[in-house]
């Protein structure tokens, strides 16, 4: 299949000059997992051969090189050793970006009693990301057991809490989806209502309710099953429908983190940054090349973060700069000045397919139709990395 190319923004060469033959490169790649290297935890066949054109005499990587996935529910350390098998060069722990990843930046959330949801290790990650003081689902239910009543051999009448010193919860902090439903939302429901302490509903529901950190947006996911599979963002979307239906008010998050968030790309681009210099780069990294098969996050987040790049040019929007408001604290300057997407056809996305999930985040509505074009469309990964060097004219 041909290349498609899009010309989102002016001539990237506008930045760097005249391209020239070298050793050490000025741009970086950023690589989706799911659908791109892997469909649940069968490798994707043009893999193997695909990386080794990143491997440097000394077997390590000779291109700045990351991974950042949607995925939430492993710790970093467990998605770089499996990285590490399916592309048969190692992976450091470093140059993985999970969902979850940028909450290490929320500083001012670190020291509250926060809920945390999600599947694996989540109290280890919470602990990994700066988070001091966290209570589970289980635990929750334990303490209020007659609030969880959708299985009706498990009912138990005693209100709660239990435990008379259960502290009042002061957020709610979403790694990626649970195992079952039903108790996480309706738990949740209740904290949202009750201001974190849900043995009886106040007189008023409170609004604006405790904070919000939800990570990974994505409606669906691509795993072995012939057909993509829901992901974190549906059970997003079913919070923020039972809260509404509840109260008649909208959801807030206080942040959303993962893709399509700038602020998801503004930390992975320090982490490539951080990579290159790990292997002897000591140039700074202009363009970053962000591989994804699905255009409502790798394509939206890396158009996006490519348009805030060319934003934080001016003076006047760096006085106002979005992640500043965000984290409520003074942020450095982004190091890349342009973020190029590149769309592959192993995953989500497939070329002449009746079915488009069209789906953006809520928070990230309206999308201009611009964002979710890729500037260019390829067939697997392996093209990809074979575009950015032809691009780069890097040997």
């Not at 899009?6 to 970086?28: C, E």
């Not at 659908?35 to 051969?49: A, Q």
């Not at 499996?82 to 500083?107: N, R, T, Y």
């Not at 992901?231 to 008010?249: D, M, P, Q, R, V």
Request: hydrophobic letters at 40%; charged letters at 25%; a neutral charge.
């Amino acid at each position: 299949m041909a290349i498609m190319k899009v010309l989102l923004r002016p001539s990237i060469a506008r930045f760097t000059g005249v391209r020239h033959l070298s050793v050490k490169p000025k741009f970086g790649l950023l690589f989706d997992i799911d659908g791109v290297i892997v469909r649940g935890t069968n490798v994707l066949p043009p893999v193997p051969e695909a990386f080794k054109q990143l491997q440097g005499k000394d077997g390590k990587f000779r291109v700045p090189t990351i991974f950042v996935t949607n995925s939430g529910n492993a710790l970093r350390s467990e998605k770089a050793a499996d990285l590490s098998k399916w592309i048969g060069m190692e992976v450091k722990e470093s140059q993985v970006v999970m969902a979850h990843s940028p909450l290490k930046l929320f500083e001012n959330f670190h020291n509250k009693q926060v809920l945390i949801s999600g599947q694996g290790r989540i109290k280890e990650m919470a602990k990994e990301l700066g988070f001091r003081k966290t209570i589970t689902i289980e635990q929750l239910v334990k303490n209020f057991p007659s609030l969880d009543y959708v299985n009706k051999e498990k009912r138990n009448p005693i209100c709660g809490p239990v435990d008379p010193n259960f502290p009042t919860i002061e957020g709610i902090v979403l790694f990626s989806e649970p195992i079952s439903w039903e108790t996480p939302l309706q738990l949740m429901v209740d904290l949202l209502m009750t201001n974190g302490m849900p043995s009886g509903l106040p007189n008023e529901i409170p609004y604006p309710h405790i904070p919000i950190l939800a990570c990974n947006m994505d409606l669906m996911w691509v795993s072995e099953a012939p057909i993509p599979r829901y992901g974190h963002g549906a059970f997003l979307l079913c919070l923020e429908s039972l809260y509404k239906k509840i109260t008649g008010k909208d959801l807030i998050y206080s942040a959303l983190i993962g893709k399509p968030s700038e602020i998801t790309y503004y930390h992975a681009n320090y982490v490539l940054r951080e990579h290159a210099k790990s292997i002897g780069i000591d140039h700074n990294v202009d363009t970053i090349y962000a591989v994804g098969d699905n255009i409502n996050t790798d394509v939206l987040g890396a158009n996006l973060y490519d348009k805030y790049l060319s934003y934080c040019t001016k003076e006047e929007v760096l006085k106002s700069d979005k992640l500043k408001k965000l984290l409520g604290k003074d942020v450095k300057p982004p190091t890349a000045k342009a973020c190029i997407s590149i769309l592959v056809e192993t995953g989500v996305h497939h070329k002449d397919s009746d079915f488009v999930p069209e789906h953006s985040p809520r928070d990230f509505l309206p999308v201009d139709d611009s964002l979710c074009k890729p500037a260019f469309v390829v067939k697997h990964v392996g093209e990809a990395i074979s575009l950015a060097f032809k691009e780069e004219k890097f040997v």
